[in-house]
């Protein structure tokens, strides 16, 4: 390994002063790049801009919210000893859990972070592997699936990524209770992946199935309940099947969230309100993405 370079967009949270007094003092063959996310267009053109700058044979991207374990600049020394075939090497992400409860939906949002592939809270890639492949796909606005792109393009070229022993922690950051309505917009990016890669593309970059097949069937069913109030006759009297089944499929959902929650009354009646939002939503969102779109 001839050098380092850590990449780290930031927004400007507090948390980034947690991150680099947890880096400490780096090696002389180190170098740290924070980019400036606010004034650019997401987080794909902000890690783009940082390792074109970047001078070290391996480019570390650091989300800012991360906090480094203690040792970590050595296990990352240590995973980047890999082989020559070897194009990227994640970090593992360990989120704290909370207290004398089970987590909120919010919560275990961020835990899933730990299952995760390829997500650059802590993905390390050789630049040669960022130079060859163009790096992230600028089209990507936000902070969701232009990392597994990216890993998926790393891979097609012959890289192999692995897994390392480093490790940071993430924690949970505060969000308001309706934050499961914004991330309803990360459906125009999996749109966009279909517009990619074609109907298999979950199966190609590796990303489990979600319920937006079910979302649609509950939006269907609502649209037609009343819809069918507005038609004549026999198409009427389908209204109140149509709309048993909308309840029944938000009910479902609505269950599905509060169950491994900490059922206190503000989580369920936060998950009963969204739960009924998200399908039309999260159908919207699908659709919008499904536009062509260039790049930021």
């Known amino acids: 390994m001839t050098g380092v370079s850590l990449v780290v967009p930031t927004l400007g949270r507090t948390s980034l002063r947690t991150l680099l007094d947890a880096l400490g003092t780096l090696p002389p063959d180190a170098e740290l790049i924070v980019v400036e996310d606010r004034a650019r267009r997401g987080p794909a053109v902000a890690r783009n801009t940082g390792w074109r700058e970047a001078t070290g044979e391996w480019v570390v991207f650091l ?3 991360v906090v480094p374990e203690p040792g970590w600049f050595a296990r990352l020394r240590a995973d980047l000893a890999v082989g020559a075939d070897v194009g990227g ?32 809270a802590d993905m390390a890639y050789r630049r040669r592997v960022l130079q060859e492949t163009g790096g992230f796909d600028e089209r990507f606005p936000r902070a969701f699936r232009e990392d597994a792109e990216l890993a998926h393009r790393v891979r097609r070229a012959g ?17 308001s209770r309706w934050v499961s309505l914004r ?9 966009f992946l279909r517009r990619l890669y074609g109907p298999d593309w979950r199966l190609l970059l590796g990303i489990p199935r979600g319920r937006r097949a079910r ?13 069918a109030l507005a038609l004549p006759g026999r198409w009427r009297r389908l209204s109140p099947a149509l709309g048993l089944a909308w309840a029944a ?11 491994p ?34 790049a930021a």
């Open 183 to 191: 991330t309803q917009r990360g459906n125009a990016d999996d749109a």
């Open 159 to 175: 890289w192999r990524l692995v897994r390392g022993e480093r490790a940071v922690t993430h924690p949970v950051r505060p969000e």
């Open 215 to 227: 979302h649609g069937l509950v939006t269907a069913a609502g649209i037609g309940a009343l819809a």
């Open 261 to 294: 929650g900490p059922r206190t009354p503000a989580e369920v009646a936060t998950m009963a309100l969204t739960s009924i939002l998200i399908p039309p939503l999260a159908v919207g969102h699908w659709l919008a993405g499904l536009r062509p779109r260039r």
């Open 249 to 259: 499929g938000t009910a479902e959902f609505a269950a599905a969230r509060i169950a």
């Open 89 to 120: 090497v994640q970090g593992r992400i360990h989120v704290p859990r909370p207290a004398g409860r089970r987590p909120t939906d919010w919560e275990r949002v961020t835990i899933g972070l730990e299952s995760g592939a390829w997500l650059t």
């Open 63 to 65: 989300d800012d919210d």
